[in-house]
């Protein structure tokens, strides 16, 4: 039999830490997706908890990659089911450094039912537009993941039947930007 000795060497990497900082309010914030932006800064895509008219409501902004200091940000709350609903972002397109889509679900406080939603929101903080999808014809959606080609809109979601032992599956929608 043959011992072997391991030598565990611990690297300090205070010296390496360019930058760190913290994001949100006072309540829960979550990261869903995080990409590099056109101008060479990064996106970042949540919800917030601290911010927005629902809780939780949709959260997007941008810092810089240099400095880590916040750019811009925007919160985007769907009252499909008023005040009391609950805006979760699934996915996030740049389409340009002023227009980003979101898209994502939208459901009532206690998620009984919920819909697909997507909207294209400016770093200046208005939303350009949103449409929200009617649930009745395809079931609950959740999961919603975006792609964007020229003026075509994909979304991808997953529906689920009015119980919890319904089958689910998935809904392919092609839209035009407005």
Known sequence: MV?????????????????????????????????????KNWNLLGYSSSFGLTK??????????????MV??????????????????????????????????VADYYVTTSSAFIAKLRPAGQTSWEYTFDNAKYGRRAGVKIFVYGRDIYLFSIKTGPTPNSPSGIVFTKIQEI
């Open 72 to 105: 811009w940000q925007v919160v985007y709350s769907n009252l499909r089911y008023g005040t009391s609903g609950v805006t979760y972002p699934r996915s996030l397109y740049e389409k340009s450094v002023d227009a980003y889509y979101i898209a994502g679900s």
């Open 56 to 69: 939780p409501s949709a959260w997007l902004f941008q810092v810089d990659a240099q400095t880590g200091a």
């Open 3 to 39: 011992l072997y000795d391991i030598t565990v060497k611990k690297i300090s990497f205070d010296n390496r830490l360019l930058w760190e900082k913290k994001y949100g309010g006072t309540a829960d914030e979550y990261v869903i997706q995080i990409s590099s932006s056109a101008n």
